[in-house]
T-cell receptor, first 118, second 110 residues
Framework: KAGVTQTPRYLIKTRGQQVTLSCSPI?????VSWYQQTPGQGLQFLFE???????NKGNFPGRFSGRQFSNSRSEMNVSTLELGDSALYLC?????????????????FGPGTRLTVL | GDSVTQMEGPVTLSEEAFLTINCTYT??????LFWYVQYPGEGLQLLLK?????DKGSNKGFEATYRKETTSFHLEKGSVQVSDSAVYFC?????????FGDGTTLTVKP
C-alpha cells in the first residue's frame, strides 16, 4: 500500500504570495490532518478534515485554509505569505474505523513540503 | 487546552546505554498517548501507543506506560543503538485533535 504523498516536496515563495500544498492519503484513509513544523515552535496542529469537512482546527490565522475532496485528497492554502511561514508542512492520514473511538487511530505521516518564504 | 511537555534535549548516549525520555501531559477526558520517531530526512512514524490508563506500549525494544495518576508517558529503552539516533515526539490525541511535544533529539555514539 502506498504511503502518504505530499507535493511539492520543496517550494520557494516571496512574501505576499500565496501557496497551495497537496496531500494524498493512504488509500482508504478518510481523515487528513495538517501540521506546521518549525525549529522554534515544534510541531503545531493546523486542521483536520474528515469526509470533506473540517472537523478540528488549531490556532492559526485565517490565512491558513484547507479543503478535502471526495477522494480524501487534501489541499492546504496559505495566502499573503510571511517570512514566519517558512516551515516543514506535514500531512498525516488516519483510518477512522467506525467501530473505534477516533482517539485510538494512529496517524501516518507524509515526508512533508519544505516551504521557504523569502 | 491540551498540552504535552517533553524533557529538553538534545540527549547524547553511548551505545548500549539506558534511555529515558520524560513526557507529561495535560488533557481533559481520556486521551490516547503516542510516541512518534522522526529519522533524519524522513517524516514522523509511530513508535508505540497506549489508549488507556496502565496500558504499556512497546516496539523495537522501546516501552512506555500510560500513567494517569502522574499524567506521564515516559519512553524507555534498555540498550540503545546508533540506529536509534532520531527525534522523538510524545503526543496525545483527544477528541480527534492531536497535540505534540517539542521533540527530543537523541544521538547515540558508538
Amino acid at each position: 500500500k502506498a504511503g502518504v504523498t505530499q507535493t511539492p516536496r520543496y517550494l520557494i515563495k516571496t512574501r505576499g504570495q500565496q501557496v497551495t500544498l497537496s496531500c494524498s492519503p493512504i488509500s482508504g484513509h478518510r481523515s487528513v490532518s495538517w501540521y506546521q513544523q518549525t525549529p522554534g515552535q515544534g510541531l503545531q496542529f493546523l486542521f483536520e478534515y474528515f469526509s470533506e469537512t473540517q472537523r478540528n482546527k488549531g490556532n492559526f490565522p485565517g490565512r491558513f485554509s484547507g479543503r478535502q475532496f471526495s477522494n480524501s485528497r487534501s489541499e492546504m492554502n496559505v495566502s499573503t505569505l510571511e517570512l514566519g511561514d517558512s516551515a516543514l508542512y506535514l500531512c498525516a492520514s488516519s483510518l477512522v474505523d467506525s467501530g473505534s473511538p477516533i482517539s485510538y487511530n494512529e496517524q501516518f505521516f507524509g515526508p512533508g513540503t519544505r516551504l521557504t518564504v523569502l | 487546552g491540551d498540552s504535552v511537555t517533553q524533557m529538553e534535549g538534545p540527549v547524547t548516549l553511548s551505545e548500549e546505554a539506558f534511555l529515558t525520555i520524560n513526557c507529561t501531559y495535560t488533557a481533559t477526558g481520556y486521551p490516547s498517548l503516542f510516541w512518534y520517531v522522526q529519522y533524519p530526512g524522513e517524516g514522523l512514524q509511530l513508535l508505540l501507543k497506549a489508549t488507556k490508563a496502565d496500558d504499556k506500549g512497546s516496539n523495537k525494544g522501546f516501552e512506555a506506560t500510560y500513567r494517569k495518576e502522574t499524567t506521564s508517558f515516559h519512553l524507555e529503552k534498555g540498550s540503545v543503538q546508533v540506529s536509534d539516533s532520531a527525534v522523538y515526539f510524545c503526543a496525545l490525541t483527544n477528541a480527534g485533535k492531536s497535540t505534540f511535544g517539542d521533540g527530543t533529539t537523541l544521538t547515540v555514539k558508538p
